[in-house]
């Protein structure tokens, strides 16, 4: 079964400490892994796309990488307004070439402390 | 440009009964998505239409149901209701081009419905 796991669940820094989200996967036909971020009361909001292995995307102080197995979402030097839930999906291509909707993982709680 | 919207914000209904959300895309989006987020189970992918079709479904009971109309307008339909039904309900939209299951997808901030 196509499953896709983020760690850790809830992560606490302080302001200007950065760290490192996961998110692990296993499909096959991947056909893109995305990033989202949600606010409380509010629906996910895109932040990054990555195709294929290796691929690198940053955005202010988020850097996002993908490998074959896993992406990480970096957070340098974060500040309080980067708390949020975060939240990573993938999109499978079916045999008959068809991709169905997203599968997301449970997410990543976090807080940045000032 | 406007973001999706979904109307209404909050609903509480009765087991038993039925209940219709509302989604608007964004302009020029002709795909739309719904997808149910409850605490324990996080996103789950209800269907998506586009052009009027569904074109993918999840794996939830027949009772979902939704369509779409030609403004790309949509609207999901759950009957009778059930208590595990109360859920934030979003609606995304996307628009696919060349790379069309590249394209990413653009939520609007959800419809909560409560069950009781």
């Known amino acids: 079964e196509d499953q896709v796991t983020q760690s850790p669940e809830a992560l606490r820094l302080q302001e200007g400490e950065s760290s490192s989200l996961n998110c692990s996967y296993t499909?096959?036909?991947?056909?893109?892994l995305f990033w989202y971020r949600q606010d409380p009361g509010k629906g996910p909001e895109f932040l990054f796309t990555?195709?294929?292995a290796g691929e690198e995307k940053e955005k202010e102080r988020l850097k996002a990488t993908l490998t074959k197995k896993e992406s990480f979402l970096h957070i340098t030097a974060p500040k309080p307004e980067d708390s949020a839930t975060y939240l990573c999906a993938v999109r499978i291509l079916y045999s008959g070439g068809g991709a169905d909707g997203l599968t997301f993982g449970k997410g990543t709680h976090l807080i940045i402390q000032p | 440009k406007a973001g999706v919207t979904q109307t209404p914000r909050y609903l509480i209904k009765t087991r038993g009964q039925q209940v219709t959300l509302s989604c608007s895309p964004i302009?020029?989006?002709?795909?739309v998505s719904w997808y149910q987020q409850t605490p324990g189970q996080g996103l789950q992918f209800l269907f998506e239409?586009?052009?009027?079709?569904?074109?993918n479904k999840g794996n939830f009971p027949g009772r979902f149901s939704g369509r779409q109309f030609s403004n790309s307008r949509s609207e999901m339909n759950v009957s009778t209701l059930e208590l595990g039904d109360s859920a934030l309900y979003l609606c995304a939209s996307r628009n696919p081009g060349h790379s069309s299951y590249n394209s990413p997808l653009h939520f609007g901030n959800g419809t909560r419905l409560t069950v009781t």
């Open positions: 239409y586009f052009s009027e079709t569904q074109r």
């Open positions: 990555l195709y294929s």
């Open positions: 302009s020029g989006h002709r795909s």
């Open positions: 499909v096959s036909g991947l056909r893109g």
